[in-house]
């Protein structure tokens, strides 16, 4: 696919994709909810650059993927099915077009259990350019967080934060430096406005 085109690659009626999927592979819960937007309602299969890639317009994640044919739509709840864990050693694989997608669960003794499921891609409206969206720097500041911590900051948000828009603003100094999340307080109109502030420190890179 041309890097520099405007828009992903219509999906085709008739065609078939085929991918490995796993666990990791469910993005369901980043792809929108919004009916109004339909085509942000599913995953979007790009084959060319072997990327899932899911969003709801605000937030937008790009996963590898080994995939063939052409490029394909999945429903975020088809998607959730499709990478259900199951037993350990199982490989799991989806053929899929605009009307289903054919689950194939190959067991660690070979035996193959295929199920059939249908969708609806009705949506004319191209996937998103979404290569458009993700930054591209000379030298793009790279820091490294414990994900545990930012959830704990994340959830006080959420909790005690601005219910209206749960911000939390990080401020980077370098990739050595701590870094800094300031959670904007829901307050009363008798209230002046606060903030709560947490510093974390980055975790070294291991030589």
């Not at 085509?39 to 709801?56: G, R």
């Not at 975020?76 to 053929?95: E, I, Q, W, Y």
């Given at each position: ?17 085929s ?35 899911a ?18 739509l ?13 037993k ?8 899929s ?23 609806k ?74 903030s ?12």
């Amino acid at each position: 696919m041309n890097e520099t085109s405007q828009a992903s690659a219509p999906v085709t009626a008739i065609a078939h994709t085929s991918a490995t999927l796993k666990p990791r592979h469910d993005l369901s819960a980043i792809c929108s909810r919004d009916e109004t937007r339909e085509v942000l309602n599913y995953a979007h299969i790009d084959v060319a650059s072997q990327q899932l890639i899911a969003t709801d317009g605000r937030i937008l994640c790009r996963l590898p993927i080994d995939a063939t044919g052409h490029n394909q739509l999945i429903h975020r709840d088809l998607l959730k099915a499709a990478c259900k864990p199951g037993k350990r050693g199982d490989l799991k694989t989806a053929t899929s077009t605009k009307e289903s997608i054919e689950i194939e669960t190959i067991g660690r003794d070979l035996e193959s259990v295929k199920q059939t499921l249908s969708q609806k891609v009705s949506s004319r409206e191209n996937y998103p350019a979404w290569r458009q969206v993700i930054p591209e720097q000379v030298k793009p500041l790279t820091i490294t967080l414990n994900a545990n911590y930012m959830k704990k900051i994340a959830e006080y948000a959420i909790k005690h934060g601005d219910k209206e828009t749960t911000r939390i603003v990080v401020s980077l100094t370098d990739n050595t430096s701590p870094a800094c999340f300031e959670v904007p307080m829901a307050y009363s109109s008798q209230e002046s406005s606060a903030s709560a502030h947490f510093v974390l420190m980055p975790i070294r890179a291991q030589a």
